[in-house]
């Protein structure tokens, strides 16, 4: 895959995506990371903008799929 067509994905964004593959909620992940839902939020809104991904799952796959997150 070209590099143009591989975001760059912030640390936050990378675990929240990574969390949520495990089956994390945004509400699990608030619990068990200490962050502000509204971080966490904001984190899965960029993430899917960068992925051109329309929900979070479909940014889940798409990170897989690039080997952004396992």
Not at 12 to 19: A, G, Y
Not at 33 to 58: P, S, W, Y
């Amino acid at each position: 895959m070209k590099d143009e067509l591989r975001p760059e994905l912030n640390p936050l964004e990378l675990r929240c995506l990574s969390l949520a593959a495990r089956g994390r909620t945004r509400e699990d992940i608030t619990r068990e990371t200490d962050i502000a839902r509204h971080r966490i939020d904001d984190a899965f809104a960029a993430a899917m903008e960068k992925l051109q991904a329309g929900n979070v799952a479909d940014a889940i796959f798409r990170a897989v799929r690039m080997n952004l997150i396992s």
